[in-house]
């Protein structure tokens, strides 16, 4: 028997709670991973409050992300007592995830735990600080470097935002820390940010192209909190984005693509290729100073998930939850 976040639906209503369940419940996989810590990203907290069309099926145990041992494998790649780490793959949305004491898998979706983490300092990582990662990789390959100019980060006191700032930061980049919450200030700046805007300055219509201002720009909003990134980038800017927190839709034109020459590159965290994973990781561990991953991680139970994931949605938390789930038995 384990423990549980189990989540179903019941005459269209919703249910969250915690349950005991056996082994033979889960999922098919080739891998059965005992679970030490998952965490919480905005779409875990969308799954659990049922605010968005994440799950896909039901009873459904959501956590995108795991760090833990494997406990059984017939995968030619693991063998029990690895340490491996999930990120993605449609994990907590169509097949069981992390917010349990033990997951099966797909071996093709885990790779190895660097060393240089501990299955906690892996979580408070987790898709976040990989998605950040991903789009620094992305503005370093389309040749954005230090002396190019100012980096912006929106979402800045968020998971993939606070991550992305340290990395940029330690890289020797001056970062531009966008956020709706002044009260944090004091954080970004811990953390390198060189200053702070506020984010309605972007957060209305705004002209097809605007003052020139950034090399390079990581956005978490989209909507038009990114159309008007986009219209402020220096000539041959680079944007890489990756989330919606803002809205799905696009309301640029096309102006700052073929007058500027601005590339906007779209950065997918949950198919990318285990090559990728694999480099996002090695500079997290290279890049990433762990005295300031500390400050972004708080741990969270499981049984406080269902309560706190309607702040996740409202924007009200700092950097990065953990969620220790690893069996005590």
């Known amino acids: 028997m384990f423990r549980a976040l189990v989540i179903d639906k019941q005459d269209d209503k919703q249910k969250v709670a915690i349950k005991e369940l056996d082994e033979s419940q889960l999922p098919e996989g080739d891998v059965t991973v005992k679970v030490a810590y998952s965490t919480l990203n905005y779409k875990d907290a969308l799954a659990v409050t049922g605010k968005g069309p994440v799950v896909r099926s039901f009873p459904m145990v959501p956590g995108i992300d795991l760090a833990g041992e ?110 709706g919450r002044a009260e944090e200030a004091d954080f970004l700046t811990s953390l390198g940010a060189s200053r702070i805007i506020d984010r309605s300055e972007y957060s209305e219509a705004g002209k097809p192209l605007a003052k020139e201002q950034w090399a390079g720009a990581i956005d978490v909003a989209g909507g038009q909190v990114l159309a008007n990134v986009c219209a402020s980038m220096k000539y041959r800017g680079v944007v890489a984005a990756c989330g919606l927190a803002a809205g799905m839709s696009f309301p640029s034109t096309v102006a700052p693509f073929i007058l500027r020459g601005v590339t906007l590159c779209g950065i997918d965290s949950v198919m990318a290729p285990r090559e990728d994973r694999i480099e996002a990781w090695d500079r997290l561990a290279r890049d990433l100073d762990l005295s300031k991953l500390e400050q972004l991680v708080k741990d969270v139970s499981l049984e406080e998930v269902a309560d706190i994931t309607p702040s996740i949605l409202a924007g009200k938390v700092r950097g990065r939850l953990v969620v220790p789930v690893k069996n005590q038995a």
């Open 70 to 179: 494997v406990e059984e494998s017939s995968h030619p790649d693991f063998k029990p007592g690895d340490a491996v780490v999930l990120n993605g793959w449609g994990v907590g949305e169509k097949h069981w995830g992390g917010l349990a004491e033990k997951a099966r898998l797909k071996g093709d979706w885990l790779i190895p735990l660097n060393k240089a983490f501990t299955p906690r300092q892996a979580m408070g990582i987790g898709t976040a600080g990989y998605t950040a990662m991903l789009c620094v990789l992305a503005l370093e390959k389309q040749g954005v470097t230090p002396d190019k100019g100012e980096i912006l980060v929106t979402g800045a006191a968020g998971g993939v935002g606070s991550v992305a700032i340290a990395v940029l930061a330690k890289l020797g980049y001056q970062v531009v820390a966008m956020t």
